[in-house]
């Protein structure tokens, strides 16, 4: 059946006529795909897909018939709709800036959740607002589909058109929505940077700033420990907002290279998103990877040396496991050190006492500033005097 229908489609593409009359035959060839089942029905829903955006078609039946083909597609089969779904995407992609007419009121209605709804193609003009804001749509969607590769697939073509565009609105979506992908993908330190770059924007109100804050936050603490999840780190203990954030005790912790103990994370976990609490190939959790690794490298502050027994009962895991998070940390750089594997130790690398007592310096200082804006805000006029009375002095 499937291959009679795509002889008849092609016979239909080279002949001539009114478009009235061949809309009416393309109309008819569709409606006998559609009473097909299975495979059959897939083949011929595909045939007609190709016929509709062959070149050999007039745009004004092209468009006319895939509005009526989208409306038929809520009535298949899930598995059969979603794939002809992806297939037409793939297909549209050549000429989507020559379709205009699209599946909007199926986007509203929001029924296929699991699949691109912009599929049939926004109307791409050749305005470029008009085009990053599809692009930005289309990857918002996949993003509520879990699908975070084809989102940043489409982030990067909207990244060709952001520099071009002076809609500053425009702008502020593709950061949120570039930072949401990242997020997606566990690419959290570079996620971070982008959350806490959206958290200073004026043109962002000031809900949604500290939002922004917050996920900077929460993908700072479930980002890998080294040199850049450090800084990061120091960048928002320093920021006196995150004090509002109920994360802001696990920030302290870390930014301090305090042990954490699992049964301080429950609170934290609950607040997480349903992507950020994944397991990771070794099937723990990603938050529970993340603390694991700052355990170490607070540890290799703490000791010159561990045996890989004291080592697992430390970060609660087995001494095997620690072991190896202890030997992936050091190939990568992201902790200095050496295993001794005959002995069962791992040896940390001498700590230089004058950076660590100058770091220890600048906390107390910060700690110190923030007691006296505390004492401000709550005794201003005292204050007022006492500074006063040290001038003079």
Known sequence: MAAAGRQELAQLMNSSGSHK?????????????LQLTGADQLESLKAFVEAMVNENV???ISRQLLTDFCTHLPNLPDTTAKEIYHFTLEKIQPRVISFEEQVRHKVEK??????NLLLLGRCLQYNVDYKLDTYLKIARLYL???DPVQAEAYINRASLLQNESTNEQLQIHYKVCYARVLDYRRKFIEAAQRYNELSYKSIVHETERLEALKHALHCTILASAGQQRSRMLAT????????QLAAYGILEKMYLDR???????QEFAAMLMPHQKATTADGSSILDR????HNLLSASKLYNNITFEELGALLEIPPAKAEKIASQMITEGRMNGFIDQIDGIVHFETRKPLPTWDKQIQSLCFQV???LEKISQAAPEWTAQAMEAQMTQ
Do not use: M, P
């Not at 009359?21 to 795909?33: C, F, P």
């Not at 928002?236 to 004090?243: G, T, V, Y």
């Not at 042990?259 to 994370?265: D, E, F, K, M, P």
């Open 369 to 371: 500033n923030n007691l």
């Open 259 to 265: 042990i954490i103990r699992g049964n301080q994370l």
């Open 21 to 33: 009359d061949l809309a009416g035959k393309y109309r008819q060839i569709l409606e006998k795909a």
């Open 290 to 293: 993340a603390v694991i690794e």
């Open 144 to 146: 509520e589909d879990d």
């Open 236 to 243: 928002l203990f320093k920021d006196e907002r995150c004090q």
């Open 110 to 115: 929001n029924r296929f959740r699991n699949i």
């Open 58 to 60: 007039s745009l004004v």
